[in-house]
């Protein structure tokens, strides 16, 4: 099939990647003359594993292109992506500037019928405003289809090779039937492909991540509540996941969660029902926990050291909101380290792919420092944001020449209180008993 993806981040790359490794021609175009330039040259603009890899052979083998031309992407594609961004607005709502703006574009370059599809994440009802904008230029049909993604950024390749299910929404056959067999070659194993009306797909995705939202939520309100009464959230964790009704994922307690999707989902959610005189008041309480918990290191911090952090050097492990990604939009990091700051506070920090945007964010207000014990250096304490896997298991007497106090930070319980109480550091955990 002939496609073409508008937009190249996470979504876009991704997935049109995928798309030409099973054989399709795609082209992938985008705005930003610097960003296909370097795509061309084999240079990928997101820390991604394996995608790299995936789009050289696509690209050596003639499958994917890069482009700035949106006209000549449009004229020779059946099948358009909309894989645009749709930031939050002030008022909690998805900015569609991109998406409609774009599709204005795309209607006047038209020279046959299309389908056009929306992975971006947009609120209900926006099929049907695509739907009547087509319309309106009247001279070619377009069938507009809701087509959330699911990917998780440090998986996204792998989910979208293999994804637990696929969602299309669109009322015609004929369309479902075209894009049942696109992704056929994913779901190989079994998984389904759901076919739904327009409006339910597009509430699909808010849903799913609003929920995944408030499990994660949920634990970390526990944790505090075991802080409370001196009970350990870990055991906790461990004895509801075990229920198959609750199952095991994202019940790991934190400082938060962050990232391009689940904040921005929530809030987009929330404004939605609003609009439609409904109250969701379980999101409106996830949203304020969940910023809360993103100061929670911080009050801990400031604790220990009896309400003072002037000139307290804090070594920071981990910026991105998560391991395996370089993305740090609305991570904990940053509440983290600007809240350090403000209190008179020196920070070095250590990530293994967020440095860049880091210093896009902090410029020079802290000290970026090339591996993680080097970050330790002359620190008071440490704080560990990210859980990545290269700090699980550290040399900890290595640390101890080199921090000026042994004191832990643990935002992501990735550390036992009772081997580091053990090996000479003063542990402080989200939920966890020390002793």
Known sequence: ??????????VGLVQGACFADTGNSVICMDVDEKKIANLKKGIIPIYEPGLD????????????FFSTDLKSAVEKSKIIFLCLPTPQSEDGSADLTHV?????????????DKILISKSTVPVGTVERLEHLFKKKGQHTVE????PEFLKEGTALQDSLKPDRIIIGTRDKKTAEILTELYEPFVRTGNPIIIMDEKSAELTKYAANSYLATKITFMNDMANLCEAVGADIEWIRKGIGSDP????NFLFAGIGYGG??????????????GDHGHKLGILAEVDKINQNQKSLLVTKIRKHFSGSLKNKTIAIWGIAFKPQTDDIRDAPSLVIIESLLKEGAKVRVHDPAA?????????????????????????????????WNEFRKPDFQRMKTLMKEYIIFDGRNIYDPKELKKAGFVYHGIGRKAE
Do not use: W
């Open 100 to 112: 409609l703006g774009v599709s204005e574009k795309i209607a006047g370059y038209l020279n046959e």
């Open 245 to 248: 009704r609750i199952g095991k």
């Open 260 to 273: 391009s999707c689940f904040p921005k989902d929530v809030k987009a959610l929330i404004k939605t029902s």
């Open 144 to 147: 507009v289809v809701s087509n």
């Open 1 to 10: 099939m002939k496609i073409s993806i508008i937009g190249t981040g996470y």
């Open 355 to 387: 440095m860049q945007n880091a210093k896009k964010v902090f410029g020079s207000r802290v000290h970026y420092c090339e591996s993680s014990f080097d970050a330790l250096k002359d620190a008071d304490a440490l704080a560990v944001v990210t859980e």
């Open 53 to 64: 890899e995936v789009v050289k052979r696509n690209t050596q083998y003639g499958r994917l």
